[in-house]
């Protein structure tokens, strides 16, 4: 019992230092949570210090970009109009050639036996013309000698056209289907190309550029109004063009109508096939504008937004993007051109959080007037 009593009583001074420690100890954690939590207040309770720009109202000229494809001005296809044998093939594909010149000469054999019984009936009317004047044949059998030379006249003329194939427009051969010597048979083949031609000529100087708009815009789009024309194949090069032709009638599938622009190609740089831009512009508009670098994305969204100073607080704001101008973006919805929009410091940003605004810049875009507001 001694033993017990003695071994309590030499414990008795470590028991009670322990329990000194322990409350210490506690107090010590929970000293640690407090300061955190003023830590985060006091973060919260500073201001972020950032830069903005604000937000300005310009009028610019309204214009949207179609792409399209380049296309002939014209294209014919060069065919008799009868079946028969090739005499001759006069050019060949990448040939440039003038409206009236001689491509193709057929088999001439009908067309000189047609043309040797034209000159024998017109000897033989001759001879009757004069017997008719001195009253030896009717009237009638001078009417049907008439007729019949005025039919035959007309088949010699038909079979020369058909005979001697001339290029009905100024352009380049750009398919060639036959060869010398081959029949020809008035139907589409596999070497043509399901085409029925022997030749087939494009005019390339002017070419088109065939792009479709949307029904809304059919009323702003009027003829020979200017157009620029950009393809990625010349890099910083504008091609001037026009309108050359709008369709009569809107797609009621598609609610979109076919424009066709007129380009000259002197040069002979654009090629049918090629991919274009066209844009087209329609006017002047008043536009806010906001630097490129103050525009958030919403990852995995198509949502853009900017931080707008309200207060001293930072405010998200939803936006619709349209154009850029140099390094400003066009905002279609969300602004109305006098905001204070914040560009450094972003990824800290939050909505609500507390600012100072330490610099404010104001840089003008290349292109745009500003407006009335702006020169108050």
Not at 64 to 72: I, Q, R
Not at 194 to 199: N, P, V
Not at 326 to 351: A, F, N, P, Q, S
Request: with cysteine.
């Amino acid at each position: 019992m001694n033993t017990i009593r003695n071994t309590l009583l030499a414990a008795r001074p470590a028991v009670v230092a322990l329990m000194m420690i322990v409350p210490f100890a506690l107090a010590g954690c929970g000293g640690g949570k407090q300061a955190e939590k003023a830590a985060e207040a006091e973060a919260e309770s500073k201001a972020l210090r950032v830069k903005t720009y604000r937000a300005m109202r310009r009028v610019l000229d309204v214009s949207k970009s179609f792409s399209g494809l380049v296309a002939p001005f014209r294209e014919d296809q060069v065919s008799p109009g009868m079946a028969g044998r090739i005499k001759r093939v006069l050019v060949d594909v990448g040939d440039r050639v003038k409206a009236g010149q001689r491509l193709v000469e057929m088999d001439p054999t009908q067309l000189l036996s047609q043309q040797t019984q034209l000159a024998t009936l017109r000897v033989d009317f001759v001879r009757l013309d004069t017997l008719y004047k001195v009253g030896s044949v009717s009237q009638q059998q001078h009417d049907q000698m008439a007729s019949q030379l005025r039919v035959m006249e007309q088949q010699v003329r038909n079979l020369t056209e058909n005979t001697h194939i001339d290029a009905p427009i100024s352009g380049v051969v750009t398919g060639r289907y036959y060869n010398q010597g081959e029949l020809y048979g008035m139907a589409p083949t596999p070497a043509s190309n399901g085409r029925a031609a022997i030749l087939t000529v494009m005019q390339v100087d002017p070419v088109k550029v065939k792009i479709n708009l949307s029904e809304e815009l059919y009323p702003a789009v009027r003829g020979a109004q200017p157009v620029e024309v950009t393809l990625s194949t010349y890099p910083g090069k504008r091609f001037a063009a026009t309108i050359y032709r709008k369709s009569p009638t809107v797609n009621p599938m598609s609610h979109s109508f076919d424009v066709e622009v007129q380009v000259p190609n002197a040069e002979g740089l654009l090629r049918p096939g090629m991919y274009a831009n066209a844009k087209l512009s329609f006017g002047e508009r008043e536009m806010v504008l906001v630097p490129d670098l103050a525009v958030q994305h919403q990852r995995g969204t198509n949502q853009r937004y900017v931080y707008v100073v309200e207060d001293g607080l930072a405010r998200r704001v939803e936006v619709e993007l349209g154009r850029r101008v140099d390094r400003h973006i066009v905002i279609e919805k969300g602004l109305r051109g006098d905001e204070e929009v914040i560009y450094t410091g972003l990824r800290e940003l939050k909505d609500g959080a507390r600012v100072e605004v330490v610099a404010q810049e104001q840089p003008e875009p290349d292109g745009g007037k500003p407006t009335a507001d702006d020169k108050k």
